[in-house]
């Protein structure tokens, strides 16, 4: 074998074993890591967010360690370098080795070379070095390893897989809770099946926030003897080995607290409800109540509904009520529905086929969305839309039916044509002396045609108002009342408008509120008269006082307060003097009655037991928090901001930090808004 | 300002005002056997509305489908949770009607489950005496409606008192007459009504 061979082959080994030491030191590291945590673990306790970063941080220690101890063992893969470190062993070498290597080394001297290196041997150097650096690291490796076999079953779990509520492995607070069972305590809370939620751990709780009928498991370390639960006023059974004792019940459906207590220390665990909504439900079509005239032809519905954690169905039901007075019948449905199978939201679409309905006039068809969700545990809760109702109309009603009201008429339309038309005549009155006569009296004839349209339109008001569908003005045979023509209406208009005789529309006296809602708008119209009249002869100033007067009757009507008349149901009023003078008390007996008792003041009991809690916290700081605790219990239904920070200062007191803060807003929230006094209040006392 | 005011609620749906004549024979009644200050006329109060939580007693009743809106639902809770009491009548006297149906099922949601109450319930002996329950009405016995002679009422109760006090026995009927009228009657029939007030007022 040449001196290259041999050196390359001592090469190899120095090169394997330098991966195998640097593989070996970076498990012993990693392993030292663990060790390490572990022990700091088992005594004092480490945080689970502290334990999640052990694994983690040791494996990349070790591979940092590993790539550190290749890079320092780089030479190995130098030939020269290792030839050098044969020859620092083998001095009988005197560079032959090197030398024999080197690239030029070659012709009639390599032979020699190769003669003098022929004879010496360094297999036992290279053995003994190779040994040592694989040996030290797996040393400490092993050692590394029997320590953490030496470590506690629960202390490596904790480091290996930290998870919520792995504190009752703690092998070390095991052994101290000895005199007190309820520390350290676990609580898994596990969902109503329906909910397809994942069960959660809660580590030390103060208060447990689920959904009503949650299962809840309350667990700590030691035996169950002597650990005592109770739920309200409800002791529960307390159970488990020796090793663990554990308390199972469910999420009751209004806050409330669960007392634990072992010999003298006693726990409060507040509970936090949270109810499973009812699905939201939107009837979207039909979007509002209508009156059919036929029932024909078919009604698009469209429903929609949302639940917070699932929807079962939905569906569209509807009840027909048939008959008036006091005979009614009614007939139910059902007229589409779906399954949601758990979905969040769902919608539906159909038709109702009023022929299917067989309805008949004056029919009512209450129709609305219903929808369940899927909330086996305390429900199912039903969600329902708005009801619709869709009438039928009778035969007889046909002409009342209104179903979209029309919008009434724009009065700014006249007014500003009044205002156009006084615009116009001004204009002509003003630039009347530089036209010819001749132009004035057109201009003054187009503006008095305009000013005829406009007290027709006025007219067509007051003669729709008077129960005329048109103008009597211009129908000539269709009068308001058969025993008037226009002329005499006009007539009449005048003199109502004249407030001589208010009563001439009054027609045998049933008609005076309509004259009054028309006297502005007759007045109006008599003013457009006169209007017309002189711009027709071509006196566009004399025509202005009329117009002007014409435009301040519009807006009179206008702003004139509107009547609707409605039908009033009677009003009976007892004569309660007179029922008491006539009374007969018949046989009757009166029964013993007692004073209703004097209702207590909530928000003062609470800002006194809180005001009792803040003065234990100095005496008994356990019994004040779980007197928090309990006061948080009764505010969390009617004052949910109290209760908020209640359950901040009960964590900040459990954690042993500074609770001065949430308690004092805990104290405003009680006491309520401060009073406030317009002035200093009076001295008193000795002054 | 009277301390006691019958209020009849109204409600968007169905006929809420069938009854005209209910109130002023109850206040009548009231005036007639008690000392309370009753104001000599009623008052119609949105189911919708805040001011339900003014009154201590809201009648209640109809003929057709009862819904209520969000509103209703929310004012009627909380007018429930703050010590009101609601008095519904069927004017249908029909278990199988609508009014029944659809009403029970509203109270059902916004209240709770409707139960029977038990003929010895002091709301029987809260001023006249009714030993064998409620009286029943004239509409009952002659066979109108559901055919049917109710033995008890119904109620929601909260706490030891009634919230929901409910009748199938059609007594919106059976007051809905002038109280001008009593004096025709040989025995008044309207003096159940006076331990409701009585109640509503003392519990």
Known sequence: ?687 | MSDFVFATARYESGDWDSAPLVPPNIIDTIARYTSIDVAPTGVVVPLSSPDLARYPLVFLTGHLPVRFTKEEHEQLAQFIDRGGMLFVDDHNHDIDGAFHKTASEEIRRTVGPLADLPNDHPIYSAFFHFPDGPPNTGHELNGWGDNLLHKHLLAVQREGRIAVLYSNKDYSSEWGYHPDNKRFLAVDNTRFAVNIVVYALTR
């Not at chain 1, 071509?538 to 039908?567: D, K, N």
């Not at chain 1, 004569?575 to 209702?599: F, H, N, T, W």
């Open chain 1, 1 to 687: 074998m040449s001196a290259h061979s041999r050196v390359a082959r001592t090469r190899a080994v120095f090169t394997l074993t330098a991966l195998l030491a640097a593989l070996v030191r970076g498990a012993a590291v990693a392993t030292l890591v663990f060790v390490l945590a572990g022990a700091l673990d088992w005594a004092v306790g480490l945080e689970r967010a502290a334990r999640l970063v052990v694994v983690p941080m040791a494996l990349s220690l070790g591979a940092l360690v590993v790539i550190f101890s290749l890079w320092r063992a780089r030479r190995t893969l130098n030939l020269g370098a290792v030839a050098l470190w044969i020859e620092e062993r083998r001095p009988v070498l005197r560079y032959s080795l090197v030398t024999a290597l080197e690239p030029g080394a070659a012709g009639a001297a390599l032979p020699d070379l190769e003669q003098e290196v022929h004879g010496v041997g360094w297999g036992t150097p290279v053995l003994r070095t190779a040994s040592w650096a694989v040996g030290g690291p797996t040393l400490l490796l092993l050692v590394a390893l029997a320590v953490r076999a030496a470590l506690p079953p629960g202390v490596v779990s904790r480091i290996e897989t930290p998870r919520a509520g792995d504190s009752l492995e703690h092998p070390r607070r095991a052994a101290v809770a000895g005199a007190n069972r309820l520390t350290p305590l676990v609580a898994t809370v596990t969902p109503p099946a329906y909910t397809r939620r994942e069960a959660v751990t809660l580590e030390e709780p103060s208060s447990i926030a689920a959904l009503a009928s949650s299962g809840v498991r309350l667990e700590g370390r030691g035996s169950s003897a002597g650990v005592t639960a109770v739920l309200g006023d409800e002791a529960l059974e307390v159970m488990g080995t020796t090793e663990r004792w554990s308390v199972i019940f469910a999420m009751p459906p209004r806050p409330a607290a669960v007392r634990l207590g072992d010999g003298g220390a006693s726990r409060v665990i507040v509970l936090e409800p949270q109810p499973d909504s009812a699905p939201v439900v939107t009837l979207a079509s039909p979007a509002r109540d209508t009156v059919f005239r036929e029932a024909r032809g078919g009604v698009p519905l469209e429903a929609r509904a949302a639940d917070d954690i699932g929807l079962t169905a939905l569906w569209l039901e509807y009840i027909v009520s048939s008959g008036e007075g006091e005979s009614f019948t009614f007939r139910s449905g059902i007229l589409a529905r779906r399954a949601a199978r758990g979905a969040r939201t769902a919608s539906l679409r159909s038709v109702m086929r009023l022929d299917s309905l067989v309805l008949r006039p004056g029919d009512l068809i209450h129709l609305r969305a219903v929808a369940v969700d899927g909330n086996t545990a305390t429900g199912p809760d039903t969600g329902v839309s708005e009801t619709r109702v869709l009438r039928v109309a009778r035969a007889g009603e046909y002409d009342s039916l209104a179903v979209e009201g029309a919008p009434p008429p724009d009065p700014d339309a006249s007014a500003l044509s009044q205002r156009m038309l006084i615009q116009l005549a001004e204009e002509l009155q003003a630039k009347r002396k530089r036209l010819a006569r001749k132009v004035v009296v057109e201009e003054s004839r187009r503006i008095g045609a305009d000013q005829a349209r406009l007290r027709k339109r006025v007219g067509d008001v007051i003669f729709s108002r008077l129960g005329e569908a048109e103008s009597g003005e211009e129908s000539g045979a269709t009068m308001p009342r058969p025993s008037m023509k226009p002329e005499e209406l006009l007539k009449a208009a005048e003199a109502a408008t004249s407030g001589e005789g208010a009563h001439a529309l009054d027609f045998e006296g049933d008609e005076t509120p309509v004259v009054a809602v028309n006297r502005p708008l007759l007045e109006a119209y008599n003013a457009m008269w006169a209007a017309g009249r002189e711009l027709e002869v071509g006196e566009p100033g004399a025509a202005l006082p009329p117009m002007r007067a014409a435009l301040a009757a519009i807006m009179r009507a206008r702003e004139a307060e509107r009547i609707y008349l409605r039908g009033r149901p009677a009003e009976v009023v007892v004569d309660l003097a007179k029922v008491r003078l006539a009374g007969d008390i018949d046989s009757a007996s009166a029964g013993m009655r007692a004073p209703r008792a004097r209702l207590s003041s909530s928000a003062a009991s609470r800002a006194a037991r809180l005001d009792a809690a803040l003065l234990m916290l100095r005496v008994d700081p356990a019994a004040a928090v779980d007197s928090l605790a309990l006061l948080r219990v009764d505010a969390l239904l009617e004052t949910p901001r109290l209760a908020a920070q209640l359950a901040e200062a009960v964590d900040s007191l459990r954690a042993g930090k500074d609770a001065t803060t949430p308690l004092a807003r805990a104290r405003r929230e009680a006491a309520g808004a401060p009073v406030v006094r317009a002035h200093a209040s009076e001295w008193g006392g000795a002054w």
